[in-house]
């Protein structure tokens, strides 16, 4: 496949940039999303586990009520209707790091729906949609010792350390942005930053990117000029810093410019990005079609919180 480069300014003569953010938030919560062990960061390996965030058989998942309350809150603060009614779902795929062999997620049915959030870049107002926040655990992590990368090919073994697993996550997914232009790596990185002031404000999260707290993925995609429909996309995954957002943006631009001038389709693929040369790599393809196998999780009560509560929380938000 061809890779070459395009200019940034000659990307925009030709072509109309299309985003999708999506933010994984780790909540400051005291313990986990369906277990009452701890949630905080660092800790010894694998010292803070227990049956049910092992997924060890006979264990049974509670819902952590203030997990809950926090997922409302930011649903309130960007703007979002807070579902009656939600379940949770599993979410089926098989990774090391996942000792349960799903993920407790929630699928079609997300606490949070049709929000929005405004972001301002260099005195123009552009308004971000948001499709959905969804709440969900996050998954263990997985060190790959030898090998140059620190990736898992050519690594000689890899160790696993299930603390983060289970820790509640919640999910923040954006509308297709649209009509950005020029500005598309700048409102990326603004309703990042913006993103991120809100959840400092409501204390729900440390936020911080550094340390994985704050994980953003970026969809990108690229249409002809004024032609008004969505290009294949790539999806770059945990870019970690809010230049990183912006420079993401910029690179996947000029990477889809080149191989759609020469004629190529673009791979729906996730990619990683490498801090370092602002760049990204090839990931393994995805398509819309991947399987997880979604159903409603069965040990769990559907989270249906009383508008009165929701009521008392909006009227809490700072
Ligand atoms: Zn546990």
Not at 8 to 19: H, K, Q, W
Not at 204 to 228: A, E, F, I, T
Request: aromatic share 8%; charged share 25%.
């Amino acid at each position: 496949m061809t890779e070459t480069l395009v200019g940034f300014d000659e990307v925009l003569e030709r072509y109309d940039p299309a985003m999708g953010l999506e933010v994984h938030v780790e909540l400051n919560t005291n313990t986990k999303m369906f277990c009452g062990c701890p949630a905080t960061f660092g800790g010894e390996p694998n010292s803070q586990v227990c049956p049910t965030c092992l997924g060890l058989p006979g264990s049974m998942p509670v819902v952590n009520a203030k997990a809950v309350e926090s997922a409302i809150r930011i649903g309130l603060a960007l703007n979002g209707e807070i579902a009656e009614w939600c379940r949770f779902a599993r979410k089926n795929y098989f990774y090391p790091d996942m000792p349960k062999n799903f993920q407790t997620s929630q699928y079609d049915e997300p606490i949070v729906y049709d929000g929005y959030l405004d972001v301002e870049v260099e005195g123009e107002t552009f308004r971000v949609e948001i499709e959905r926040a969804h709440m969900e655990e996050d998954t263990g992590k997985t060190t790959h010792i030898g090998g140059a990368t620190g990736r898992i090919h050519g690594a000689d073994y890899s160790l696993v350390d299930y603390n983060r697993a289970g820790i509640p996550l919640i999910e923040i997914v954006t509308r297709p942005i649209l009509g950005t232009g020029a500005k598309a790596p700048l409102v990326a990185k603004a309703y990042v930053a913006a993103l991120r002031e809100i959840l400092l404000g409501l204390g729900v999260s440390d936020v911080r990117m550094d340390q994985g707290s704050m994980r953003c993925d970026v969809n990108l995609s690229l249409s002809p000029k004024g032609s008004g429909k969505l290009g294949t996309r790539t999806e770059t995954k945990n870019v970690n810093s809010l230049r990183s957002v912006e420079r993401a943006v910029r690179f996947e631009m000029s990477r889809h410019a080149g191989i759609l001038d020469a004629g190529e389709a673009i791979f729906q693929e996730t990619r990683h990005f490498h801090e370092d040369t602002g760049t990204t790599s090839a990931g393994r393809a995805k398509s819309d079609a991947d399987d997880y196998r979604y159903f409603p999780e069965p040990d769990l009560v559907p989270v249906a919180p009383s508008r009165e509560w929701v009521e008392e929380l909006r009227a809490s938000l700072p």
